[in-house]
């Protein structure tokens, strides 16, 4: 807690949940590492939105990289399939996807459809 009152960041909060831990960092610090908004450099709205994709796509954790790779090998896995794969509940691997709308997305029912990696 010192660091981040050292650096004037705000400071995570931590609660427990479903027999684990949760921390929620705000957003301010993962811009504070990329380097703010002025580090994308185009003024163009449209070149900004491009490069937010290209950044976020490139600051994805290991579990959400672990995700898309299985997701390209098998676009009808399950999400229950996905969460044995990689070791944590299918809640959790639903929280993951929520946070990747800009990389994939479901086309059709849970049961029947497929996932389509947004390239």
């Not at 921390?23 to 900004?48: H, L, V, W, Y």
């Not at 399950?78 to 929520?98: C, F, H, K, Q």
Request: charged share 30%; aromatic share 4%; no cysteine.
């Amino acid at each position: 807690m010192d660091e981040f009152d050292k650096a004037n960041l705000t400071r995570p909060t931590f609660k427990v949940e479903q027999g684990g831990l949760a921390t929620d960092i705000p957003r301010e610090i993962f811009m504070s590492i990329r380097g703010g908004q002025d580090s994308i450099g185009a003024n163009d709205a449209k070149n900004d939105a491009k490069n937010d994709a290209k950044n976020d796509a490139k600051n994805i954790t290991e579990r959400q990289s672990k995700i898309l790779t299985l997701i390209s090998q098998n676009p009808h896995i399950s999400l229950d399939a996905i969460a044995e794969t990689i070791g944590v509940s299918s809640p959790t691997i639903d929280r993951e996807i929520a946070k990747m709308t800009n990389l994939v997305k479901r086309v059709g029912p849970k049961k029947g459809g497929y996932w389509e990696v947004i390239e």
